[in-house]
């Protein structure tokens, strides 16, 4: 059997048949908002991070200190973490096209991009910080960010279980004329990053086709930067136009059985 955990932002949480891989642990910088305890992303056989930001990367060193998880992580993401002074002895470096092997799973490396905010977007994130007089706040934070820069390195992960198959992306960028996976059961798609999210996200699954979809990324992480993206406008548009495709909003901390 294979489960899906919504842990905020953009963690996912695989089992599969008792095999634990986790996706981009991040603690979400919201008082308001649930977090996982730390051992709950210690205790993992697992560990793939998709890109170095702050969201999918900060909190590494803390788990990678109290974990004998494997993590498997861009090179400029381990970059990152040796400045922070994170152990990355056991890491491995991932690369597009890698294949890799665990008990349970086949996993496939794929190219990626982020996705681009439009100025609609940065805007509306401006004025926000200014009316909730939160602008000190967001300087520090995007402050913070510089400490993890992409510089373009981002994947994302196919994985193959003996009867599924999952397709997780780190964010929503598209590329242009790039062949999808295909027959994909489960596509993770992060709802996050465009003023225009719900139309431009319809484009991109419906050229990838899953039979299922598990928004993420939608919450808001780390306020003023972010803020709670409405989810029901894409999926009340994806049901009139894809029936066929199960959408799932999913909810903090609740097992869903792909």
């Known amino acids: ?69 494997t993590l498997y992580a861009p090179n400029r993401t381990l970059k990152c ?30 190219k990626s991009k982020h996705i681009k905010f439009d100025f609609a977007l940065v805007l509306r ?5 200014i009316f909730k007089f939160q602008f000190s706040r967001a300087f520090r934070l995007l402050k913070l960010n510089k400490k993890f820069k992409m510089k373009g390195e981002i994947y994302a992960y196919e994985i193959d279980t003996k009867d599924k198959k999952i397709f997780l992306m780190g964010s929503a960028g598209n590329i242009k004329n790039y062949n999808y996976p295909k027959d994909i059961d489960v596509l993770v798609w992060p709802f996050q990053g465009r003023s225009n999210i719900t139309k431009y ?15 993420d990324h939608f919450d808001n ?3 003023p930067i972010t803020s709670r993206i409405k989810t029901d406008k894409f ?3 994806m049901q009139k136009k894809h029936p066929e ?7 903090f901390n609740k097992i869903i059985e792909i």
């Open 1 to 69: 059997m294979t489960t899906l955990t919504w842990y905020g932002t953009a963690t996912i949480l695989l089992n599969i048949d008792g095999e634990k891989i986790l996706f981009d642990p991040f603690f979400r910088m919201n008082k308001k908002l649930e977090k996982p305890s730390l051992q709950t992303f210690c205790d993992v056989d697992y560990i793939f991070n998709t890109h170095p930001h702050l969201d999918h990367t900060c909190n590494l060193p803390l788990i990678l200190k109290n974990s004998t998880a």
């Open 125 to 129: 994130t401006i004025f926000r910080s």
């Open 201 to 215: 996200s319809v484009k991109i699954v419906e050229k990838i086709a899953p039979k299922m979809i598990v928004l």
């Open 245 to 251: 495709i199960i959408i799932i909003e999913p909810e």
């Open 221 to 223: 992480a780390y306020p």
């Open 235 to 237: 999926i009340h548009l």
């Open 81 to 110: 973490l040796e400045k922070l002074g994170a152990n990355t002895s056991s890491a491995k470096i991932v690369r597009d096209g890698d294949k890799i092997s665990t008990k349970k799973t086949n996993i496939t490396v794929h």
